[in-house]
């Protein structure tokens, strides 16, 4: 059995990672690690090791000396929260990513997976149905170290032969952990606001159509690109993966229906022009021909789950 480390495993994507990680592969086999010193009740039973991503000899010591195999690397600065904090979001988002990269490089790791985002994308990309192969001149520090990481992940692929693997994430929405910063994070706090209060204001105008993907889709798709055979891989640096596209106006139209007293205001701030500058919907025909992928979930449900947990 395979020993999995989870780097970044209380933030929104690794909180549902690990538990569907440990699911698969047993308790033991997969390790929590965050830079909390206490590891977060939702993560429930199982290994959990504080680690400081920044802190390369200690990450590197940990990791050999466990004998950890997979590394899933999460941790970063989102791009609404980066843009605030640049310096230090390049530095979190690349110097992590290089550590775990050279211990690939030098065999300790079988495999890792970095998630990318369609912030790699900007304003001179077509916005509609947007290619695995385009133009991509992103313009937060965020899309900037992405695409960055991209590249490097796939130099690293091409001369030392590592099996590095990657999604270019759209926005994600989960009732299980709390946003992260990010520019879609609208699309969670609704729900919240919606059953607290009745209200939201929304800091995204009402037409802002974006790619969306419920958090058990990119999940699924995670795992799915991880465990197909290296040799169907095309993509060495992030695949292109899609979901559902949808507009602020819409989620609120459809979640009136559940609530029908709900309002919604809109009040855009910086966040707008991030959104205005990435792709309405993204043509991911190389993932779905190169391991099958398939998402499942489509608006209607996604409320109706949120509606049911949040």
């Known amino acids: 059995m395979?020993?999995?480390?989870?780097?970044?495993?209380?933030?929104?994507?690794?909180?549902?990672?690990?538990?569907a990680l440990r699911n698969k592969w047993g308790i033991d086999q997969v390790i929590a690690s965050d830079i909390k010193t206490e590891k977060p009740?939702?993560?429930?039973?199982?290994?959990?090791?504080?680690?400081d991503i920044l802190e390369r000899d200690a990450v590197r010591k940990y990791i050999i000396e466990e004998k950890i195999e997979v590394v899933y690397l999460l941790a970063a600065l989102l791009s609404a929260t980066a843009e605030k904090q640049p310096d230090f979001a390049w530095k979190l988002n690349m110097e992590s990513l290089f550590t775990i990269l050279d211990l690939a490089k030098e065999g300790y790791l079988k495999q890792v997976f970095w998630p990318s985002s369609?912030?790699?994308f900007g304003s001179t990309t077509p916005r509609t149905d947007t290619p695995q192969y385009t133009v991509m001149e992103p313009t937060t520090v965020y899309g900037i170290s992405k695409l960055a990481g991209e590249r490097w992940c796939e130099y690293y692929n091409q001369h030392f032969n590592t099996d590095i693997r990657s999604l270019r994430y759209p926005g994600l929405i989960s009732y299980k952990s709390p946003p992260g910063g990010g520019t879609t994070d609208y699309a969670i706090e609704i729900f919240h606001e919606a059953k607290r209060r009745g209200t939201y204001n929304c800091f995204l105008s009402k037409d802002t159509a974006l790619p969306m993907m419920f958090m058990d889709d990119a999940i699924r798709a995670t795992m799915e690109l991880m465990e197909a055979p290296k040799e169907h891989l095309r993509i060495k640096s992030s695949y292109n993966l899609g979901g559902i596209t949808f507009t602020p106006q819409e989620m609120a139209n459809n979640l009136?229906?559940?609530?029908?007293?709900?309002?919604?205001?809109?009040?855009?701030?910086?966040?707008?022009?991030?959104?205005?500058?990435?792709?309405?919907?993204i043509d991911d025909s190389y993932a779905r021909e190169d391991w099958n992928w398939k998402n499942t979930f489509d608006l209607a449900e996604i409320i109706k789950i949120m509606l049911q947990h949040v």
Request: proline share 7%; net charge positive.
């Open 2 to 19: 395979k020993k999995i480390l989870v780097v970044g495993a209380s933030g929104q994507i690794g909180t549902e990672l690990t538990l």
């Open 256 to 281: 009136q229906r559940h609530i029908p007293g709900f309002t919604i205001h809109y009040a855009p701030d910086f966040r707008q022009s991030i959104a205005d500058s990435w792709p309405k919907s």
């Open 41 to 51: 009740a939702v993560l429930g039973p199982g290994i959990y090791q504080t680690l």
């Open 118 to 120: 369609i912030a790699v």
